[in-house]
């Protein structure tokens, strides 16, 4: 007799109960839900700033193109396809950056009066000469900012954060 009630005592006491189970799975469902919101803000400030650093390289190479090569340099903005383009006169250089999914170009700066700002801006780098004030917009779906800036003192690409 003895060993058929401690058999059942080590029987009830092998498993989990349902009631222990539901309790870990509402803990993990509520620590999940918690982390999704900051990792995913944090998610498209990476991708905002990926798609920035590849709007600087670009920026940079068609400044860098025109002084080495002594090559005039066409740069193109496609505010409503977000493209990039660049290029040279006998089209030996030909550079193309196409924005990734969810990044718009929100502005090009300096905007000119009396046209439309979502219209295709063209900027000329010569060779030997000062470097056009460039700026470009970007906005991810969040709204969150980044302006990409080709600086005409120095001719070097900088990205600035914008707050709001």
């Known amino acids: 007799m003895l060993t058929s009630s401690a058999g059942a ?3 009830r006491s092998r ?3 349902l009631l222990e189970m539901l309790i870990v799975m509402s803990l993990i469902a509520l620590l ?3 982390s999704y919101a900051p990792i995913a803000a944090g ?3 990476l991708r905002l700033r990926a798609a920035s650093d590849i709007v600087l390289s670009f920026l940079s190479s068609a400044a860098d193109r025109a002084d080495r090569k002594q090559a005039l340099v066409e740069v193109q903005i496609l505010p409503l396809e977000n493209v990039l383009l660049a290029r040279t006169a006998d089209l030996s250089y030909v550079n193309r950056v196409d924005l990734p ?4 170009i929100a502005h090009v700066l300096p905007e000119a009066p009396g046209t439309d700002p979502r219209a295709v801006r063209r900027f000329l780098i010569y060779p030997g000469g000062a470097v056009p004030a460039i ?3 970007l906005v991810n779906p969040k709204g969150r900012h980044r302006i990409i800036s080709l600086d005409p003192l120095t001719g ?4 600035l954060e914008v707050m709001q």
């Open 15 to 17: 498993g989990i109960t």
């Open 43 to 45: 998610v498209e400030t």
């Open 101 to 104: 999914n969810g990044m718009q």
């Open 156 to 159: 070097s690409a900088r990205a």
């Open 32 to 34: 999940t839900s918690l």
């Open 9 to 11: 005592i080590n029987r």
């Open 135 to 137: 700026a470009v917009d």
